[in-house]
């Protein structure tokens, strides 16, 4: 096997859940990482703390919602790495909303659809051309097995991720002749504290993120022609 070189990697929302798991992971594995974060504040003192390792490691200001705090996250990498070569797109949002919602929820549905669905979208265009630059570009997005299936009653979220990860298949189609790769991870239950809130199954029979951390590192091991485009990961059956 082609073993990759140490990248250079954008995650967004790090600060916690799977998004924490996947860059305490890869920062053991010797990556650099760029962290974007709704509060950069909230890292201190933690084992993602920049502090302990600028060289490394830096964290910046990142809100899904915005196109300007894409490119100013974009840029600041940049800058501090000279270039950077991976985006892992982990912010997201959950909220229960059933297809006959109610005013009072439709806030809810355009947030689902700023957060999950624009947001990577306008982070990705935001990256691309570092991407391209690389030539070993790697996109990996938390999709989620709700963007495979509808279960419930439950319709936002779902939906939101079906467009997710139909983003994923236009970013893939965009970026194969630049050597881009583009993973859609797709996990059904996740022992995080978002999917506890709303699952009754118990936690040590979820799926765990540390497992999921280490598919993302393998995944940034690989070469272009060896890059699954979608991982899906089952904690129960589903047929």
Known sequence: MTVMPQRTVLISGASRGIGR???????????????????????????????????????HPYEATSAESAMDWVDAATAWSGGFDAVIHCAGVLHRTPLLFSDEQEQDVDALWAINV????????????????SGQGRVQVLVSMSG?????????YPVSKFALYGLCQAM???????????????????????????????????TQPQ??????STLLSLPNAAVPFEIGVNCNLEV
């Open 21 to 59: 798991s996947i860059a305490e992971r890869l920062l053991l594995d010797g990556h650099r990482l760029s962290l974007g974060v709704r509060h950069p504040n909230d890292l201190l003192s933690s084992s993602l703390d920049p502090s302990a390792c600028p060289d490394q490691l830096m964290v």
């Open 118 to 133: 624009r947001g990577p979208w306008t982070l990705t265009r935001a990256a691309w051309p570092q991407l391209i630059t």
């Open 148 to 156: 495979k299936r509808v279960k419930g009653r439950m319709a936002g």
């Open 172 to 206: 893939r189609n965009e970026g194969w002749d630049h050597g881009i790769r583009v993973t859609a991870l797709c996990p059904s239950w996740v022992n995080t504290e978002m999917a506890r809130s709303v699952s009754d199954v118990e936690p040590d029979a979820m």
């Open 211 to 216: 497992d999921l951390a280490l598919l993302s």
